[in-house]
């Protein structure tokens, strides 16, 4: 918003959403106190409530682990019939 001469603050400032997040906004406010210098619109903090599904990452192998000779002997036995 822009204060005049006046004092009025005239200029309006705008914050977008999308239809989906619209019913997740919980405040949305201007900072005045957080304007910067010479620009004529002030900082807009928005909150939103956001829910996060937490997925357990897939067990991984540990290589370092492994019975190198085994895995060897067996691999040359799955691989002999192989041309």
């Not at 807009?44 to 409530?49: N, T």
């Amino acid at each position: 918003m822009q204060v005049l001469s006046t004092g009025n603050e005239t200029r309006v400032d705008q914050a977008f959403t999308s239809e989906t997040l619209r019913d997740e906004i919980i405040k949305c406010n201007t900072r005045p106190e957080d304007r910067p210098t010479k620009v004529d619109h002030y900082p807009i903090l928005m909150e939103v409530s956001c829910t996060i599904d937490w997925v357990e990452p897939p067990q991984r192998r540990n290589f370092r682990k492994a019975d190198w000779e085994e895995v060897k002997a067996k691999l040359e036995e799955e691989l002999k019939d192989l041309e």
